[in-house]
């Protein structure tokens, strides 16, 4: 709640008059406590993960949209209902674990200094902390991802998010209750590191969650404005680590490829890629006479 009966009072504080953005922050939130402001994330979430999928549904459904040729594995397709038991599923967790988890998590929030009040952040500063917190998220998440992917991880915990060979954006979120806390720590560690205002932290969970329906979508289109953003990873890149499946070593990036490189666990990917841009050269140079054409999958005859 902020400390301001009155917007002047608010002016006075700061030594300036409010900005217009402030001015409507100020209207909303000055009779609303920072725990009411927090729990926003809970109906953020909800509407993530409910809307944000449901064009990649369409997508998928009306093969006749002309989009089958970015499908990245065009062989396999999903049923209305299979879809819609998948978010059937995520929402069960949602309800039973993610919401649950936002209402009591609040004193940690508070304890790492997340603030309501004014000024606002500026829009650099508000960049800055988002690049921040993906960074520091991607490489934690990289490492406990390696991890789940051992035996023991994987058959007790990891091996439900894979149950989706060939991913769709209702699967971002598709996982075991323990690996939807686990990788809650990633999440949170930039944000510990780097405190922000609380529409930064909003504006942090909604990004990293659309981004994980974007790298789930099944579909490689070719107009993703993701495909400007250095060292992305995208649908393409995590589709073959789902692809690949339990015995994946490779592509456990959550949104950049860096660690993978460094490391070397993208070399899977990158040698499909090259024996692909193979058959792909070798196809154009005898497409005008020869009896195969190239799909994401290899060779396939006409």
């Keep these: 709640m902020l400390p301001y009966v009155t917007i002047h009072d608010a002016a006075a ?13 100020f209207n909303y939130s000055a009779t609303k406590s920072d725990y009411f402001l927090y729990c926003h994330n809970i109906l953020f979430l909800f509407l993530i993960f409910s809307l944000a999928p449901l064009p990649l549904v369409l997508v998928e459904l009306g093969r006749s949209l ?3 040729k970015y ?12 879809m819609f038991a998948c978010y059937k599923d995520v929402m069960t967790m949602f309800f039973l674990v993610i919401g649950p988890l936002q209402l009591v998590s609040f004193p940690s929030i508070r304890f790492i200094g997340i603030r309501t009040g004014l000024p606002l952040p500026s829009g650099w500063e ?18 406990i991802h390696r991890f789940l992917h051992n035996k023991w991880g994987y058959e007790k915990i990891h091996r439900v998010h894979h149950e989706f060979t060939a991913p769709i954006g209702f699967a971002a979120p598709y996982a075991h209750w323990a690996e939807v806390l686990i990788l809650g720590i990633p999440s949170f560690l930039g944000p510990a590191m780097v405190p922000g205002h609380m529409i930064t932290f909003w504006l942090w ?3 990293r969650q659309i981004e994980a329906i974007d790298t789930h979508s099944g579909y490689d289109l070719p107009w993703s404005p993701t495909k400007y953003i250095p060292f992305y990873g995208g649908a393409e890149y995590h ?3 789902h692809y690949v499946g339990g015995q994946s070593q490779s592509n456990f990036a959550s949104v950049f490829t860096y660690c993978d490189f460094i490391y070397g666990t993208d070399k899977g990917f990158r040698y499909q890629k090259k024996i692909l841009k193979k058959l792909k050269d070798e196809s154009s140079e005898t497409q005008n ?5 190239i799909s994401t999958q290899g060779l396939k005859s006409d």
Excluded at 71 to 82: A, C, G, H, M, T
Excluded at 289 to 293: A, E, V
Aim: net charge negative.
């Design 13 to 25: 504080s700061l030594g300036r008059n409010l900005t217009y953005a402030e001015t409507v922050w």
């Design 126 to 143: 508000i960049l800055l902390q988002l690049f921040v917190y993906f960074v520091v998220e991607d490489y934690t998440n990289y490492w």
């Design 205 to 207: 969970i909604a990004l």
């Design 239 to 241: 589709d073959y680590h």
């Design 66 to 68: 002309g989009l089958d």
């Design 71 to 82: 499908k990245i594995q065009p062989k396999v397709r999903l049923s209305f209902s299979e």
């Design 289 to 293: 006479g020869g009896p195969y054409h």
